[in-house]
C-alpha cells in the first residue's frame, strides 16, 4: 500500500534528506573518525555511540527516500464549506455528547495524542468532504460505529508547523 502524502510532505521530506545528506553526514563521519582516533575499538563506547548515529541517520535518508519513491501524491485543497486537509474540524461526538476538535493530515502526519487524525482513520475517512451541519457515521469496524455531528470548519492552508513523523 502507497501512503498518502501532499506536495508539500514530499517536499519537507526532500528538504530533510538534504540536510541530512549535505550537513549531518558529513558532521556523523567526523565524530566516527576523531573517536576511533581514541584508541581500542573493543572498549571505545564513544566509537560505538558515533557509529550507531551515523547508521541511524543513513536509516532515515533510505526510509525518506523509499517513501517519496513509493508515495501516492494527493491533492491537498478542497471546497470552501466543506471538510479537507489540513482542515481543523470541530465535532460533536453524540455517543457521549462531548466537543473534539481534529487537523486532518496525511497518514505520516497522524498524530491522535496531538489531534492530528489522519485521512485513512475511521474519523478522517467519515469527515473528509462532509459540511458543518452534517451528521456522520464513523465505521471502526463491521459490529460497531458511532455518529458525530460537524460543528465547525477551520480552514488552514498552512500546514508548515506540522512534522513529519520519525520512526
Do not use: C, W
Not at 22 to 48: C, I, M, P, W
Not at 49 to 57: F, G, H, Y
Request: zero cysteines.
Amino acid at each position: 500500500m502507497y501512503d498518502k502524502l501532499t506536495k508539500s510532505d514530499v517536499q519537507k521530506m526532500q528538504e530533510e534528506i538534504e540536510y541530512r545528506k549535505v550537513t549531518l553526514r558529513k558532521q556523523l563521519l567526523e565524530d566516527v573518525k576523531e573517536t576511533r582516533a581514541h584508541g581500542d575499538l573493543s572498549e571505545n563506547f564513544e566509537y560505538h555511540a558515533a557509529k550507531r548515529e551515523k547508521n541511524k541517520n543513513e536509516s532515515r535518508i533510505r526510509y525518506l527516500e523509499r517513501m517519496i519513491r513509493t508515495a501516492e501524491v494527493i491533492d491537498d485543497s478542497s471546497q470552501e464549506d466543506e471538510v479537507g486537509m489540513n482542515n481543523t474540524v470541530e465535532v460533536l461526538i453524540e455517543e457521549d455528547n462531548t466537543v473534539e476538535t481534529y487537523r486532518i493530515v496525511t497518514t505520516v502526519r497522524g498524530d491522535s495524542l496531538h489531534n492530528l487524525i489522519s485521512i485513512e482513520s475511521p474519523v478522517g475517512k467519515a469527515l473528509m468532504g462532509h459540511k458543518e451541519g452534517d451528521r456522520v457515521e464513523v465505521k471502526v469496524n463491521d459490529n460497531y460505529s458511532y455518529f458525530m455531528a460537524i460543528r465547525k470548519i477551520i480552514k488552514t492552508d498552512d500546514d508548515s508547523q506540522d512534522k513529519i513523523r520519525s520512526f
